[in-house]
């Protein structure tokens, strides 16, 4: 795959454009997803990562938070619907892959985070130094450290599989097709259609496409009955952004630091061409 | 002083003592050791100094074990000189002429005590600066378990933090080393001349 | 399925009840996916919880366990008062104008005609059509009236049935919302709006319908509202069963019943003293209006019994001996599961081997069950898995003292996983798929079916040497294959499908069958599944050259790779497509055949004029709205009756509540529930998406996902209850208690049940004693089926699993 963009890292980007590659996306239909889980499993397993021990917790979810070797969780959540009817929603919650990711931009370490030409953002845990700016980066919440390795993970979008041109593990096993996979601009198309059908033809009026532009939109879509709703699908941000901290600490800040240290060097040495070191001794009247 | 007098010639006085020299450099060189590490991390330009020191992720893994020593030592620095460290009238008078001492019109600078408020004012940099970079570091060195908007309040304070203290820091640098001759030594041996200190800190020399 | 699964992408309007395709079917239901996304189809979806298929639905219905056919009565009354019916095919195709016994009546008072308080049962010589000769047989000419005016007629007699299941008594009985009810019953025959005929509605279901102990009545009331609606033998419409099973449909075929030989036919009885005798018996003979022909397809009966026989016993089975009917066990009563284990429980049985099954498990009334297996000589369970049948003597409450009590003798045998052998699964669609074994069989672990050829072969070689009182079935039996203890499954296959004797050619299919003893077939109605030209069932040919997802080419679907069953009935009497945008099946005048994109279910050669019936598996030919004679045990028509433990009275007539053919049990372990004892909460058992019945439990993978049992009650309940999500709570029914944490949902409701308000909770049925969880002690180590009653429907004998009473209390 193509490299784009590369996290804490000085100079060109080698291969940048060198080869034709088209975006990919995943659009999670969230109107048509059974919380089945399947997705969950296949990327354990994909992954190579165990099964664990979970407790009951009053719900259908398999547990509460995403792990780092637990890119992948179905949120469910209920609500009373206006007409006093229940609505269970299942999101299948994990990364987005920001066409301007956060983590990106908060990571120091060379090379740790890369973004491929495809929209691909994935995490390189060999050049990780474990800082977890990428976790105060992240608008979604979904990097997760383990504190054994001190690497930070999160879904790779089967950035090995894509590569060789298969789709990811969760798409591929997928039972009801909720799961899509293919180019970011036709999955936008698809993303439209089907909220189209679904707002002429359902009671849901405000369906839609979720591809935030804060962010630069995602390669990781949803089609939300409520597009107009976002929060209510266990807390997806209305408008996610990268928190302004950030991008105040990667912007101004960092040029006013620049300009200040390098200032502040340069006018020390001026000053000391133009006056140099005071006497030893004290002012000699 | 409570220390033991250091061996000094007869026209020399003790400017500091043993322990607050220790302090001084296992402070330095705590801070010295983050800001190397921090600068690899502030920019992809400087990262090499990550990698010079062991790997980006050592770095990572000892920036803040440091850090803490460095803020321990800032407060054990403060404890021992915060009493010199009062700003007073006379400061004043010396922050209004602080251009003449820029410019080594020292004729016109009024006599000092045991620190001159330039002094003064890098200590306190250097120890609100400590304080903020402690506080805000442990949010970003625990990021799971703080929320997000603090986290990302966090990091912009402490590399708002940092920036101050180096920026007090290159003056603090280069007055030791280039300005002010003579007191690089002090912080080393303890010792300054008499003459030295009739020069540069007067009524300290006359209160010793 | 008289569908297929692929063919539900074709629909316009679903229907979804008793059954949660989503999550016990989930691979299926992307077909219910598709049809939304094709054919903006609407999905209906009503269930006594909101399951993640009602999640996903159009319109989400919550019901009281157990009265679906007050819904689905309901839904006939809307759509005969509302002309919302298909009159052309309700004329032409069922027997909606057959004229009925003037001395049936009608259950009213909760009775049809002819039921014998004693015996608990009926004289079904009134559930007939006029003008039979003899009291137990169907007339050959049938009165008729294509007006459907006669007040005789099955449409009248239908219409006067149902005009009580009015909408108040639907939200009576069912607790739904009278405007909610009307809304998915405008929706549902919305389809036949204005006499239309171009659009379909299908029926799913699933073991929600069957474990009653009227299920069967249920899938009854959904065959009449297809059948007034049209919507029998179309693309994207039919009745259909999904299967919980990947070869449930397959084990019914080769008939896993006591009243059943493989093909669906009846087993004899006593009363059958010869072969003929039972033919005569078990094969119908045309009973049809004099307008019409009807083709009578079980008038083959004979044939394919008595190539079963020379599958049987092969050169035994001669015209001489009749076909060796000695031989073949006459069926005296019923010995349905829980007959055996109530007949095992007072000691008639004496032994019990168990394949791929655990009944401790599976069965209602779990203590009875295991008290029962204590009482065995002799218990041999073969699984890939130690489960809690073969560890039932040491099933929580049981002292060591207790143990050295029980003097069963118990094997266990290591079988062979489904993914280790090769073989067929038939699928809920009739499909035969083989498959090939994808991993080598671990350890120890044999075939099942070696294993059974190995216990076969020494007990024949017993009898050889030691007599007994009967060993001819034993010794005659045929048994012809290369290695006799592990035969190749490609042999048995082969013999279900059938041989021409004489040539010792593959059979091309059933036509080919004889009665002269030339030809053997293990089961017929999968002959042809492996003819002269190899084995169809391993095709995997994509192709569908209608678009239609017929598939014609992949695995092989009986009968005779017809994809939807009496598909003639897609096409109007003049054998053009109701839709043309969706023929199945059409009459092609030149050709003078019937033609189209399925292989017809019909007499290819039989013209319009002719009338022949599309239903060809009936003496009539009609689709029976009318259920006559033996069709049934409990009644021509679907009646609406309380579950046996129901928190309310039959509103239609609470002097017969229940079913009144359902028998009780009487043993000491057979106690049932009343509200005035306190049982007064609905308890319902279902699956889990993430599990599969009783084996996934020692899979980690799915112990991840759902880690332990639980108890879904309302927030209601568990506020009065002063219970919390994960506090532990204690389930009570008559039989015994289940203990497990609970889960506080909105996802039931409280329900107003005949003006009460009445609470359901519901279970799943996947953990027990033996586990991952369960043998590290973190789960409550108890059995769901432990609550539930030893009860059954009269017609399949399967038990009521879903909403029997309970009492909750914290624990």
Same mark, same amino acid.
């Given at each position: 795959m193509n490299i784009v963009r590369i996290s804490g890292h000085a100079g060109t980007v080698p291969g940048e454009n060198a080869s034709r590659e088209y975006a990919v996306a995943k659009l999670i239909d969230v109107t048509t997803c059974i919380g089945c889980k399947a997705c969950e499993v296949a990327c354990l397993e994909w992954n190579g990562y165990p099964f664990r021990e979970t407790v009951f917790d009053n719900t259908y979810q398999t547990m509460p938070d995403l792990e780092w070797?637990?890119?992948?969780?179905?949120?469910?959540?209920?609500?009373?619907?206006?007409?006093?009817?229940?609505?269970?929603?299942?999101?299948?919650?994990?990364?987005?892959?920001?066409?301007?990711?956060?983590?990106?931009?908060?990571?120091?370490?060379?090379?740790?985070?890369?973004?491929?030409?495809?929209?691909?953002?994935?995490?390189?845990?060999?050049?990780?130094?474990?800082?977890?700016?990428?976790?105060?980066?992240?608008?979604?919440?979904?990097?997760?450290?383990?504190?054994?390795?001190?690497?930070?993970?999160?879904?790779?979008?089967?950035?090995?599989?894509?590569?060789?041109?298969?789709?990811?593990?969760?798409?591929?096993?997928?039972?009801?097709?909720?799961?899509?996979?293919?180019?970011?601009?036709?999955?936008?198309?698809?993303?439209?259609?089907?909220?189209?059908?679904?707002?002429?033809?359902?009671?849901?009026?405000?369906?839609?496409?979720?591809?935030?532009?804060?962010?630069?939109?995602?390669?990781?879509?949803?089609?939300?009955?409520?597009?107009?709703?976002?929060?209510?699908?266990?807390?997806?941000?209305?408008?996610?952004?990268?928190?302004?901290?950030v991008r105040i600490w990667k912007g101004p800040l960092k040029w006013l630091g620049n300009a200040a240290m390098i200032g502040g060097i340069l006018g020390a040495a001026i000053h000391y061409l133009r006056f140099g070191p005071k006497k030893e001794d004290g002012p000699h009247a | 002083m409570p220390d033991r007098i250091p061996?000094?010639?007869?026209?020399?006085?003790?400017?500091?003592?043993?322990?607050?020299?220790?302090?001084?450099?296992?402070?330095?060189?705590?801070?010295?050791?983050?800001?190397?590490?921090?600068?690899?991390?502030?920019t992809?330009?400087?990262?090499?100094?990550?990698?010079?020191?062991?790997?980006?992720?050592?770095?990572?893994?000892?920036?803040?074990?440091?850090?803490?020593?460095?803020?321990?030592?800032?407060?054990?620095?403060?404890?021992?000189?915060?009493?010199?460290?009062?700003?007073?009238?006379?400061?004043?008078?010396?922050?209004?002429?602080?251009?003449?001492?820029?410019?080594?019109?020292?004729?016109?600078?009024?006599?000092?005590?045991?620190?001159?408020?330039?002094?003064?004012?890098?200590?306190?940099?250097?120890?609100?600066? +400590? #304080?903020?970079?402690?506080?805000?570091?442990?949010?970003? %060195?625990?990021?799971?378990?703080?929320?997000? /908007? =603090?986290? *990302?309040?966090?990091?912009?304070?402490?590399?708002?933090?940092?920036?101050?203290?180096?920026?007090?820091?290159?003056?603090?640098?280069?007055?030791?080393?280039?300005?002010?001759?003579?007191?690089? +030594? #002090?912080?080393?041996?303890?010792?300054?001349?008499?003459? %030295?200190?009739?020069?540069?800190?007067?009524? /300290? =020399?006359? *209160?010793? | 399925m008289t569908n297929g699964w692929i063919d539900i992408?074709?629909?316009?309007?679903?229907?979804?009840?008793?059954?949660?395709?989503?999550?016990?079917?989930?691979?299926?239901?992307?077909?219910?996916?598709?049809?939304?996304?094709?054919?903006?189809?609407?999905?209906?979806?009503?269930?006594?919880?909101?399951?993640?298929?009602?999640?996903?639905?159009?319109?989400?219905?919550?019901?009281?366990?157990?009265?679906?056919?007050?819904?689905?009565?309901?839904?006939?009354?809307?759509?005969?008062?509302?002309?919302?019916?298909?009159?052309?095919?309700?004329?032409?195709?069922?027997?909606?104008?057959?004229?009925?016994?003037?001395?049936?009546?009608?259950?009213?008072?909760?009775?049809?005609?002819?039921?014998?308080?004693?015996?608990?049962?009926?004289?079904?010589?009134?559930?007939?059509?006029?003008?039979?000769?003899?009291?137990?047989?169907?007339?050959?000419?049938?009165?008729?009236?294509?007006?459907?005016?006669?007040?005789?007629?099955?449409?009248?007699?239908?219409?006067?049935?149902?005009?009580?299941?009015?909408?108040?008594?639907?939200?009576?009985?069912?607790?739904?919302?009278?405007?909610?009810?009307?809304?998915?019953?405008?929706?549902?025959?919305?389809?036949?709006?204005?006499?239309?005929?171009?659009?379909?509605?299908?029926?799913?279901?699933?073991?929600g319908w069957t474990q009653h102990s009227f299920g069967v009545q249920i899938i009854r009331a959904a065959a009449i509202l297809q059948l007034i609606l049209g919507n029998v033998g179309r693309a994207g419409g039919g009745v259909n069963a999904l299967r919980g099973h990947s070869n449930i449909q397959g084990a019914t075929d080769v008939a896993g019943i006591f009243d059943n030989l493989?093909?669906?036919?009846?087993?004899?009885?006593?009363?059958?003293?010869?072969?003929?005798?039972?033919?005569?018996?078990?094969?119908?003979?045309?009973?049809?209006?004099?307008?019409?022909?009807?083709?009578?397809?079980?008038?083959?009966?004979?044939?394919?019994?008595?190539?079963l026989m020379k599958a049987f016993y092969g050169d035994a089975a001669t015209k001489e001996n009749g076909w060796a009917f000695d031989y073949l066990p006459k069926v005296d009563r019923e010995y349905s599961w829980t007959h055996i284990f109530d007949d095992m429980y007072q000691s008639k049985v004496q032994g019990l081997i168990c394949f791929g099954m655990n009944p401790v498990n599976i069965g209602p009334n779990s203590q009875k069950n295991i008290d029962a297996l204590k009482k065995a000589k002799f218990l041999v369970v073969c699984d890939i898995y130690p489960e809690e049948t073969s560890s039932f003597w040491e099933s929580p409450g049981i002292t060591a003292a207790q143990q050295k009590e029980i003097q069963t003798e118990v094997y266990r045998l290591p079988g062979a996983g489904f993914a280790e052998k090769d073989g067929t699964f038939v699928n809920s669609a009739r499909w035969l798929q083989w498959k090939w074994a994808a991993v080598p069989i671990p350890g120890n672990a044999r075939l099942d079916h070696e294993?059974?050829?190995?216990?076969?072969?020494?007990?024949?070689?017993?009898?050889?040497?030691?007599?007994?009182?009967?060993?001819?079935?034993?010794?005659?039996?045929?048994?012809?294959?290369?290695?006799?203890?592990?035969?190749?499954?490609?042999?048995?296959?082969?013999?279900?499908?059938?041989?021409?004797?004489?040539?010792?050619?593959?059979?091309?299919?059933?036509?080919?069958?004889?009665?002269?003893?030339?030809?053997?077939?293990?089961?017929w109605v999968w002959s042809g599944s492996w003819p002269e030209a190899g084995p169809l069932m391993q095709r995997r040919g994509t192709e569908d050259p209608s678009g239609l997802g017929v598939y014609p080419n992949w695995g092989w679907s009986w009968p005779m790779n017809r994809r939807i069953l009496y598909n003639r009935a897609s096409a109007d009497v003049n054998g053009k497509p109701w839709d043309p945008s969706r023929k199945q099946i059409w009459w092609n005048e030149t050709a003078k055949r019937w033609v189209g994109n399925d292989v017809p279910d019909f007499k290819v050669d039989s013209p319009p004029s002719d009338h022949m019936g599309p239903f060809i598996m009936n003496p009539e030919g009609a689709g029976r709205i009318f259920g006559p004679l033996a069709a049934f045990a409990d009644g021509p028509l679907p009646e609406f009756y309380e579950p046996v433990e129901s928190p309310a009275k039959n509103a239609f007539h609470p002097g017969q509540s229940a079913n009144p053919v359902v028998k009780k049990y009487t043993s000491d372990h057979d106690k049932y529930g009343t509200p005035e004892q306190g049982f007064n909460v609905i308890c319902t058992t279902y699956r889990l998406?993430?599990?599969?019945?009783?084996?996934?439990?020692?899979?980690?993978?799915?112990?991840?996902?759902?880690?332990?049992?639980?108890?879904?009650?309302?927030?209601?309940?568990?506020?009065?209850?002063?219970?919390?999500?994960?506090?532990?709570?204690?389930?009570?029914?008559?039989?015994?208690?289940?203990?497990?944490?609970a889960m506080v949902t909105r996802r039931i409701r409280p329900m107003q049940i005949d003006g009460h308000k009445t609470y359901q909770i519901g279970v799943p049925i996947h953990w027990g004693y033996r586990g991952i969880q369960e043998d590290k002690g973190k789960t409550s180590r108890n059995l769901i089926n432990s609550l539930s009653p030893t009860v059954t429907d009269p017609n399949a004998f399967t038990p009521e699993f879903k909403g029997f009473l309970v009492k909750v209390e914290k624990a």
């Open positions: 070797n637990y890119y992948n969780l179905i949120r469910f959540d209920e609500h009373v619907k206006e007409d006093g009817n229940l609505s269970w929603l299942f999101r299948k919650d994990g990364c987005m892959h920001c066409a301007e990711p956060g983590c990106l931009m908060a990571c120091p370490a060379d090379g740790a985070i890369v973004q491929y030409a495809n929209g691909i953002v994935d995490f390189n845990q060999d050049n990780c130094i474990g800082c977890q700016y990428c976790v105060t980066g992240c608008p979604f919440n979904i990097p997760r450290f383990n504190k054994e390795t001190k690497k930070v993970h999160k879904c790779t979008l089967c950035s090995d599989r894509v590569g060789a041109g298969l789709e990811p593990a969760c798409v591929k096993a997928c039972p009801t097709g909720c799961l899509h996979f293919g180019s970011k601009d036709d999955m936008k198309e698809l993303g439209e259609k089907l909220s189209t059908q679904i707002r002429d033809n359902t009671s849901h009026k405000n369906a839609g496409v979720y591809d935030p532009p804060g962010v630069g939109g995602t390669h990781v879509m949803y089609v939300l009955h409520d597009a107009q709703n976002p929060e209510r699908y266990s807390g997806l941000p209305r408008n996610p952004t990268i928190p302004l901290a | 061996d000094r010639l007869p026209d020399e006085v003790v400017r500091y003592s043993f322990s607050e020299r220790l302090c001084h450099w296992v402070n330095s060189a705590t801070y010295c050791y983050c800001l190397a590490t921090g600068l690899a991390f502030y992809p330009h400087l990262f090499w100094i990550a990698v010079t020191l062991g790997g980006g992720a050592t770095s990572r893994y000892w920036h803040p074990v440091v850090g803490v020593g460095f803020a321990l030592t800032a407060i054990w620095m403060h404890r021992t000189w915060i009493s010199d460290m009062h700003i007073t009238a006379l400061d004043r008078e010396w922050l209004r002429k602080a251009k003449a001492y820029a410019t080594n019109d020292d004729a016109n600078v009024p006599g000092q005590g045991r620190f001159n408020a330039g002094q003064k004012v890098f200590f306190h940099a250097m120890f609100y600066g +400590a #304080a903020a970079l402690l506080l805000s570091g442990i949010a970003v %060195w625990f990021p799971e378990r703080i929320p997000a /908007w =603090l986290r *990302s309040s966090a990091i912009l304070l402490h590399e708002a933090a940092a920036l101050v203290t180096i920026g007090a820091f290159i003056v603090h640098l280069y007055m030791g080393i280039f300005v002010v001759p003579g007191s690089m +030594a #002090a912080i080393v041996h303890g010792r300054v001349s008499r003459r %030295w200190a009739a020069a540069h800190h007067r009524l /300290w =020399l006359k *209160s010793e | 992408r074709n629909t316009d309007m679903m229907l979804i009840m008793g059954g949660n395709p989503a999550e016990n079917h989930p691979c299926g239901f992307k077909w219910p996916i598709e049809a939304r996304h094709n054919r903006n189809a609407k999905m209906i979806v009503v269930d006594p919880r909101l399951t993640r298929t009602g999640a996903v639905a159009d319109l989400f219905l919550q019901i009281r366990a157990g009265a679906d056919i007050a819904f689905l009565g309901g839904m006939i009354h809307y759509a005969v008062e509302n002309g919302r019916i298909a009159r052309e095919y309700l004329v032409n195709y069922t027997n909606a104008g057959f004229l009925i016994h003037e001395d049936f009546a009608l259950p009213a008072d909760g009775l049809f005609s002819g039921f014998d308080a004693e015996t608990k049962s009926y004289d079904r010589s009134t559930w007939n059509y006029q003008g039979a000769a003899a009291p137990g047989a169907l007339p050959g000419t049938v009165g008729f009236d294509a007006t459907l005016e006669n007040p005789q007629c099955v449409f009248q007699l239908l219409k006067k049935q149902y005009s009580k299941y009015t909408p108040e008594m639907v939200e009576r009985i069912t607790g739904i919302k009278r405007d909610d009810f009307v809304k998915a019953a405008e929706l549902f025959t919305s389809v036949r709006k204005d006499g239309d005929m171009t659009k379909v509605a299908t029926i799913i279901y699933a073991v493989p093909g669906y036919l009846k087993v004899p009885t006593p009363a059958d003293h010869t072969f003929d005798d039972w033919m005569k018996r078990i094969t119908p003979t045309v009973s049809k209006p004099k307008e019409w022909d009807s083709w009578n397809y079980w008038s083959n009966t004979p044939k394919f019994a008595v190539s294993i059974l050829s190995r216990i076969f072969l020494s007990v024949r070689e017993l009898y050889r040497k030691e007599g007994g009182k009967f060993p001819d079935p034993i010794l005659n039996a045929s048994w012809n294959y290369n290695t006799p203890e592990v035969p190749l499954l490609s042999e048995i296959a082969k013999e279900l499908n059938g041989r021409d004797l004489t040539t010792g050619q593959q059979l091309p299919g059933f036509a080919a069958l004889r009665d002269d003893g030339s030809t053997m077939c293990g089961n998406t993430e599990h599969y019945h009783y084996w996934t439990k020692n899979n980690p993978m799915n112990v991840q996902l759902q880690p332990e049992p639980f108890v879904e009650m309302p927030v209601e309940l568990a506020e009065e209850l002063g219970v919390k999500g994960g506090d532990q709570v204690k389930v009570t029914s008559a039989r015994a208690s289940f203990v497990a944490k």
